[in-house]
């Protein structure tokens, strides 16, 4: 596979750092006219570069829903301060001092803990759970609200409400966020806050989607959203495919057994707002998610992250980017003559939280290449001076070569890789457990892969299970019974093992899909398990189906 290392050169990390830059010119936050702008702004810079891009056009509105999600209102910051002992603060310095979705208002009051007795009239603070803290404010009659989060230090946080229009009904104080530092200074003390914003009936919810070539098609995506500036989250991940679409559309071969489509969305609200309304998922062989691929190890503490399909949607994707990576990474040879690493990087089992979630649940194999964790992470500090440029060429030279070799290396070479990737790959799982049901899937996944690669489009054998889906999509609280959701914040933790029974349960029996989450995630949490799925039963996510239970 060396040639697709040779053919990856034209990639520029300067080129994405130098659209990083304008991308973070946009406060991004979900409902916002900051977020459509940006998506007009990646559209015409796809239009420049001659590759045709269609911006689709969804709905925020706080009531409409998108598969399992509601939309939080439309929303603008217009203007916003906070003023304390002589000193004052603003948003033309930094707009995420007001929270995402807060409403306008003004309050002048002493600070103190959202969960005090003599809240009425006060200014409450909060530093975790600040969705339900600042519902508990606004019903006990604080005249306004101040989130915070442990270990911004001098970074305002960036926290959102996500109000949707049913919560207008409570909602009535302004709320705004401050950095951890700044706590001791406000607490048990006199403050003033001002909050201008507009709620609008509806905004644009963005979507912009272009193609190269023909299907099937391997997939990029990328949110977009989040506030100004969020430069590794992901402005990285949206400029780094802006830079992808061009390198393909100027190298894509007719001949090539994958197109390529490319996909920037509002995190999760869009990616289900596309596959809802706009996608043919038959069209997708897998998808590559790349969400915040810019960070640093010195100025940042950050490393590189693939997180690999799950068991259930196993495929030779993760084994190629894994591959690449390792070759692409490398800064010099050992006294043995081995390869050394010359950023830090490790594989990891299948995790939740961007939009990779969506595809995986919905059968299409996705992989995610992360930079993490990451000291900057939801806050102002997340500038571009924070970003590493070799980083963004690792990862977008790998991510490049993969898709390349997947386009254009021979089914025989294709089909080689493949089977060491799962010996290595049930290898690793069969050092602590035994991998009876994991090779069953892995096969099955392999199969898919080749009925790709050689166009015959197989798909997967397994029979069906005992988990039937009445909602698809992500889990969150939109859709949790109210007497429900303390609990299943307690075992948010359990998500990915959640996700994973889920789509193991479309296809195994109940026992065999619980043997496969142990061979999978080696420990598990089955009594935790069984009560979220009890939960989101209850909710009326999933069914069981009967005569399949065992």
């Given at each position: 596979m060396k040639e697709f290392l040779d053919r990856v050169q034209s990639f520029s990390a300067e080129n994405v750092i130098q659209e990083i830059s304008q991308i973070t010119r946009f406060h991004r936050i979900q409902g916002s006219k900051g977020l459509v702008d940006a998506a007009r702004h990646i559209q015409e810079k796809l239009k420049d570069l001659g590759i045709g891009a269609e911006l689709i056009e969804e709905v925020y509105d706080g009531e409409q829903w998108y598969l399992t999600l509601q939309t939080p209102v439309a929303w603008d910051l217009v203007e916003g301060s906070l003023e304390f002992e002589?000193?004052?603060?603003?948003?033309?310095?930094?707009?995420?001092?007001?929270?995402?979705?807060?409403?306008?208002?003004?309050?002048?009051?002493?600070?103190?803990?959202?969960?005090?007795?003599?809240?009425?009239?006060?200014?409450?603070?909060?530093?975790?759970?600040?969705?339900?803290?600042?519902?508990?404010?606004?019903k006990n009659g604080a005249g306004g609200f101040i989130a915070y989060r442990s270990g911004t230090g001098d970074d305002f946080p960036y926290i959102g409400l996500f109000l949707r229009k049913k919560d207008l009904e409570y909602a009535k104080i302004p709320a705004i966020a401050v950095p951890e530092n700044l706590v001791k200074d406000v607490e048990g003390k006199g403050v003033k806050i001002s909050v201008k914003t507009k709620i609008k009936d509806r905004e644009i919810m963005p979507i912009v989607y272009a193609e190269i070539g023909k299907p099937p098609f391997i997939l990029f995506s990328a949110h977009m959203c989040h506030p100004k500036p969020g430069a590794n989250d992901n402005a990285s991940g949206s400029a780094m495919l802006i830079e992808l679409a061009r390198i393909l559309k100027e190298i894509y071969d007719p001949s090539s057994r994958f197109g390529f489509a490319f996909l920037w969305i509002p995190e999760h609200y869009g990616t289900q707002a596309f596959i809802d309304r706009h996608a043919d998922m038959s069209r997708y062989y897998a998808c590559i998610n790349l969400d915040m691929v810019g960070g640093s190890?010195?100025?940042?503490?950050?490393?590189?992250?693939?997180?690999?399909?799950?068991?259930?949607?196993?495929?030779?994707?993760?084994?190629?980017?894994?591959?690449f990576l390792n070759k692409i990474n490398v800064r010099s040879e050992s006294f043995s003559g081995s390869q050394l690493q010359d950023l830090q990087f490790r594989a990891y089992p299948f995790s939740t939280g961007s939009d990779h979630d969506v595809f995986n649940i919905f059968g299409i194999p996705s992989v995610m290449v992360i930079t993490w964790p990451d000291r900057h992470y939801h806050s102002s500090g997340d500038t571009i001076e924070n970003l590493s440029s070799r980083t963004i060429e690792v990862i977008g030279k790998s991510v490049l070569a993969s898709a390349l070799a997947l386009a254009d290396d021979s089914r025989e070479d294709l089909e080689s890789f493949a089977r060491s990737c799962a010996k290595v790959y049930l290898g690793e799982l069969g050092m602590q457990a035994k991998t009876e049901i994991a090779e069953k899937l892995v096969n099955e996944g392999a199969e898919r892969d080749m009925g790709f690669i050689d166009d015959t489009h197989r798909r997967r054998t397994g029979k069906a299970g005992w988990i039937k889906w009445a909602k698809k999509g992500v889990i969150s609280e939109d859709i949790i019974e109210e007497k429900d959701h303390?609990?299943?914040?307690?075992?948010?933790?359990?998500?990915?093992?959640?996700?994973?029974?889920?789509?193991?349960?479309?296809?195994?029996?109940?026992?065999?899909?619980?043997?496969?989450?142990?061979?999978?995630?080696?420990?598990?949490?089955?009594?935790?398990?069984?009560?979220?799925?009890?939960?989101?039963?209850?909710?009326?996510?999933?069914?069981?189906?009967?005569?399949?239970q065992r």
């Open positions: 002589g000193k004052k603060m603003t948003t033309a310095h930094d707009p995420l001092l007001v929270m995402a979705h807060s409403p306008s208002g003004e309050a002048d009051g002493e600070v103190i803990s959202v969960d005090s007795p003599s809240i009425r009239g006060k200014i409450a603070i909060a530093g975790k759970d600040w969705q339900n803290a600042y519902r508990k404010a606004c190890s010195d100025r940042s503490g950050s490393h590189i992250m693939l997180v690999r399909t799950p068991l259930s949607r196993f495929s030779v994707v993760s084994g190629l980017i894994e591959h303390a609990r299943f914040s307690d075992l948010e933790d359990l998500l990915p093992q959640l996700y994973e029974i889920l789509m193991l349960g479309e296809r195994l029996s109940k026992k065999e899909s619980f043997k496969a989450l142990r061979e999978e995630f080696r420990e598990i949490d089955e009594k935790g398990i069984r009560e979220l799925l009890d939960i989101v039963a209850r909710s009326g996510v999933v069914d069981t189906v009967k005569g399949k």
